[in-house]
C-alpha cells in the first residue's frame, strides 16, 4: 500500500517531488511497476520541473510503443492509471504525511537491504566483508523529520513549507467569519470554543466538520459523552436536511438574516441599497441593537411585506464600520424529518459524493488520548485514512490517563490534543470547553472564564468564547458572537468579535455574519 500511496504522489504532486528529491533511490522499491512509473514520473518532473497528473497517461501509451512492456506490466500499469482517474489533482493529497511515511519507508528497505547483503556474505564465509559492509551503512539523508541540516537544500524545502503548507486552511468559511477565522482554521492547529452549558458548541463543531467534508477534507469526529450516536447521527440528518425531525420545531417560524443598522433607521444613501425606505427610523441604534425584541420585529415585518435587508455596500463588510444588524424572514411549515428521506440525504451527501467522514462515539467517561491515537492507527492501516480534520466533542469529557491532581490532569489533557495536532500529517483539531458558572452572567467571556485549569489556555494556537447576552434576546433571535480570547500567531483583543445568525431549529449553527 504504501509504494502505491507513492505512486499516487509522484503522479499528482509537484511538492512531494520536490520533498522527496533528495533522497530518492528507484531500487529501493520492490514492485517493478512502481518502479516503471517512478521513472516515468521523474522524467516528465526533470523535463517540466512538475508533477505529471493527466499526463502520465499519454506518458504510458507513448512509453508502452516505444518499450515492449509485458501484458502483465501493462495490465497494472493500467489499473492503477485508471484507478487514479478522480485524483489527478491534489486538494485531497497530505503532502507532509506522505514525505514522512516515504522516508521512513526507504529507511525500512534500505536496511533490509543492506542486512540481507550482510547475511549473505556471512553464509559465504565472508566475516571481513561483511564487518565492513555493515560498517559502511549510511541512512537515509535527513531520516529524522526532527533534524534540519542548515549546510543543505533541505532546509530550503523546509522553509518552503514554512510559507505555504503550514499556512494551508483546512475549512473555510466565506464572508466577514472567513476573515475572522482567516489565519486559524489551519494545518496544525488546535482551535476550542469555550461557552457555557447548551449554548450550541456541537452545533458549531457539526458545522465546521460538515463544511470541511464539502471541501473534500477527510474528518474523523470523537464524540466523546456529550451525545449519543443517535443522537449524532439525527443531528447530522437534520443539518444536511435543513429540518428538524420534530414537529414542534418545523412550524411556521422566523428565522435571521444579516441586515445594516442604516438600511434600518433610513440614514443610508448608497445608490446600490436593495431599500429605499426603514422600518425603525424613529429609533436609535442603542435601542435597535438592545432593546427591541423579537415580538416588534415580528410586527415591523407584517406591517413592511416589501421592506429588504441589505449588506450591498463594500463599506458594510468593513471590520471596524458595525453596520451589520439583525432582521428576520418567515419559514413556512414542514412535515418533520423521516428515516426514508434522512437515509436519502445521508446517501447523497457522503455515500454518492465519497466524502471522508469518520464518526467514533464513546460512553461517558471512556474517551482518552490514547484511544483516540490509537483509533487513528487502526484507520489508517486499515485503508489508509488520515484526517485533515479531527474534531472532538469535547475536551472537558475526555478522561485522563494519569493520576494526580484534577488541574494536571486537565494540563495533560489539552497537551495530548496538541500533540495530535503535531503528528500524523499535522491535522487541524477542533474542540469545545465549557466555561465557568460566573460565565453565566456576562455578556461577553473573558480569559478569566476558564474553568479547571487555565494552562489549556497555553496549548492551543486560537481561543474563542461563544456569546449571548444573558437576558435572553440573543438567543430568541438566534444571534451568537465569537470573541477572540487567544490567538497565538496573532494580534488578540477580547473586545473583538464577529456575529453569526443561526436556526437550530432546522439544525444550523451558521447562517451569516456580520461585524
Not at 107 to 131: D, N, P, T
Not at 274 to 302: P, S
Not at 349 to 365: E, G, M, P, V
Not at 465 to 473: E, M, P, T
Request: hydrophobic share 35%; charged share 30%; glycine share 4%.
Amino acid at each position: 500500500m504504501i509504494e502505491r500511496k507513492i505512486i499516487t504522489g509522484l503522479i499528482v504532486s509537484t511538492d512531494y517531488l520536490k520533498a522527496i528529491q533528495n533522497i530518492w533511490d528507484v531500487s529501493l522499491l520492490e514492485s517493478s511497476t512502481a518502479k516503471r512509473l517512478s521513472l516515468w514520473c521523474w522524467e516528465y518532473f526533470d523535463k517540466f520541473n512538475e508533477a505529471p497528473k493527466k499526463h502520465i497517461e499519454g506518458i504510458y501509451f507513448s512509453k508502452s510503443k516505444e518499450s515492449n512492456l509485458s501484458k502483465e506490466l501493462a495490465q497494472d500499469i493500467e489499473d492503477i492509471l485508471e484507478s487514479l482517474s478522480d485524483e489527478y489533482d491534489d486538494t485531497q493529497f497530505n503532502l507532509d504525511y506522505l514525505t514522512d511515511e516515504t522516508r521512513k519507508y526507504f529507511s525500512e528497505r534500505r536496511l533490509k537491504m543492506h542486512i540481507a547483503i550482510i547475511e549473505s556474505q556471512l553464509s559465504e564465509g565472508k566475516l571481513l566483508i561483511a564487518e565492513q559492509t555493515a560498517c559502511n551503512y549510511k541512512p537515509i539523508a535527513n531520516a529524522s523529520e526532527n533534524d534540519i541540516d542548515f549546510t543543505t537544500p533541505e532546509v530550503l524545502s523546509r522553509l518552503e513549507a514554512a510559507f505555504t503548507t503550514s499556512n494551508t486552511t483546512v475549512v473555510k468559511y466565506l464572508g466577514p467569519i472567513g476573515e475572522f477565522f482567516k489565519y486559524q482554521l489551519i494545518k496544525g492547529g488546535l482551535v476550542a470554543f469555550l461557552a457555557p452549558e447548551k449554548r450550541g458548541k456541537t452545533w458549531l463543531l457539526i458545522d465546521i466538520a460538515m463544511r470541511s467534508v464539502k471541501q473534500n477534507k477527510k474528518v474523523a469526529f470523537f464524540q466523546a459523552g456529550d451525545l449519543t450516536e443517535s443522537n449524532f447521527l439525527k443531528r447530522v440528518s437534520i443539518y444536511l436536511a435543513q429540518r428538524s425531525d420534530r414537529e414542534k420545531y418545523c412550524k411556521e417560524h422566523y428565522q435571521p438574516v444579516r441586515d445594516c443598522i442604516r438600511n434600518q433607521m433610513n440614514t443610508c444613501d448608497h445608490e446600490d441599497r436593495t431599500c429605499k425606505f426603514g422600518v425603525f427610523d424613529d429609533r436609535t441604534e442603542k435601542e435597535i441593537r438592545e432593546d427591541l425584541q423579537i415580538d416588534d420585529y415580528v410586527d415591523a415585518y407584517e406591517k413592511n411585506s416589501d421592506y429588504r435587508p441589505c449588506s450591498a455596500c463594500a463599506e458594510y463588510r468593513e471590520s471596524h464600520k458595525h453596520l451589520g444588524t439583525v432582521w428576520i424572514k418567515k419559514v413556512k411549515s414542514v412535515k418533520p424529518l423521516s428515516f426514508k428521506e434522512a437515509r436519502g440525504i445521508v446517501d447523497r451527501f457522503f455515500i454518492q459524493q465519497k466524502r471522508y467522514f469518520r464518526l467514533s462515539t464513546y460512553a461517558n467517561d471512556t474517551l482518552t488520548i490514547n484511544q483516540i491515537r490509537a483509533k487513528l492507527d487502526v484507520w489508517e492501516k486499515q485503508d489508509g485514512f488520515v484526517p485533515d480534520l479531527i474534531v472532538v466533542d469535547y475536551a472537558d469529557l475526555i478522561v485522563p490517563e494519569s493520576r494526580g491532581e484534577f488541574r494536571h490532569q486537565q494540563n495533560e489533557i489539552w497537551k495530548g490534543l496538541r500533540r495530535l495536532s503535531q503528528e500524523k500529517g499535522e491535522p487541524l483539531v477542533i474542540t469545545a470547553s465549557q466555561s465557568d458558572a460566573k460565565s453565566y452572567e456576562k455578556d461577553r467571556l473573558g480569559l478569566s472564564n476558564f474553568s479547571e485549569d487555565k494552562r489549556k489556555y497555553s496549548h492551543v494556537t486560537a481561543f474563542y468564547g461563544l456569546n449571548q447576552d444573558k437576558k435572553g434576546r440573543e438567543k430568541r433571535f438566534g444571534i451568537m458572537r465569537i470573541n477572540e480570547l487567544i490567538l497565538r500567531e496573532d494580534e488578540f483583543d477580547t473586545a473583538r468579535e464577529i456575529t453569526i445568525l443561526q436556526n437550530l431549529r432546522r439544525g444550523r449553527p451558521f447562517l451569516a455574519s456580520y461585524w
